[in-house]
């Protein structure tokens, strides 16, 4: 009984130390001309204006001379008010975007799952589900609890950011 338990505690643990290099984020940098920017309308960006102010939301167009966006995010309210705004040319040095995958989602719901039928099965062999004892419903939410921190991991090692540093 007590080497079930200490398998469990060593899946849990193998899991929990994996987290740190799931949640890894990549990030990508890539050269573009003013003309290129078109590649980040309809998507969310977030820019850095010359005072320091960070802006976030959806690029709606590309101008001449400016970059339209819908601000939703700022760090700055007072200058940079969310709604309308076009970042002027002259302003902008790199735009970020993000573009999430699909692929460490579906790897950490799996895994997850995987360890959570673990933990159900080592919850019903140690004490058995009908006995009404704290281990079976500990056991119960860490079966559930699993397959949703993997799904989250997963998500938080999706995220891939792509900079795109705008020529002059």
Not at 94 to 121: C, F, N, Y
Not at 133 to 152: D, I
């Given at each position: 009984m007590a080497d079930k338990r200490g398998i469990a505690i060593g899946l849990l643990l193998l899991l929990g130390c994996g987290a740190p290099r799931a949640a890894a984020e990549?990030?990508?940098?890539?050269?573009?001309?003013w003309e290129g920017l078109a590649v980040v309308v309809g998507h969310t960006v977030r820019i850095?204006?010359?005072?320091?102010?960070?802006?976030?939301?959806?690029?709606?167009?590309v101008e001449v001379d400016a970059l339209a966006?819908?601000?939703?995010?700022?760090?700055?309210?007072?200058?940079?008010?969310?709604?309308?705004?076009?970042?002027?040319?002259?302003t902008l040095k790199t735009v970020e975007m993000?573009?999430?995958?699909?692929?460490?989602?579906?790897?950490?719901?799996?895994?997850?799952?995987?360890?959570?039928?673990?933990?159900?099965?080592?919850g019903y062999e140690l004490r058995g589900f009908n006995s009404g004892g704290r281990w079976e419903a500990g056991g119960f939410a860490a079966a559930v609890a699993m397959p949703v921190g993997g799904y989250l991991l997963g998500r938080r090692a999706d995220r891939r950011t792509i900079t795109y540093v705008i020529a002059p």
């Amino acid at each position: 009984m007590a080497d079930k338990r200490g398998i469990a505690i060593g899946l849990l643990l193998l899991l929990g130390c994996g987290a740190p290099r799931a949640a890894a984020e990549s990030r990508e940098q890539r050269q573009i001309t003013w003309e290129g920017l078109a590649v980040v309308v309809g998507h969310t960006v977030r820019i850095v204006m010359p005072d320091g102010a960070r802006l976030e939301g959806k690029a709606t167009g590309v101008e001449v001379d400016a970059l339209a966006m819908e601000i939703r995010k700022t760090t700055n309210k007072t200058a940079y008010p969310k709604g309308k705004f076009l970042a002027p040319r002259a302003t902008l040095k790199t735009v970020e975007m993000d573009r999430p995958t699909g692929h460490w989602r579906l790897v950490g719901l799996a895994a997850g799952g995987a360890v959570g039928a673990v933990v159900a099965v080592l919850g019903y062999e140690l004490r058995g589900f009908n006995s009404g004892g704290r281990w079976e419903a500990g056991g119960f939410a860490a079966a559930v609890a699993m397959p949703v921190g993997g799904y989250l991991l997963g998500r938080r090692a999706d995220r891939r950011t792509i900079t795109y540093v705008i020529a002059p």
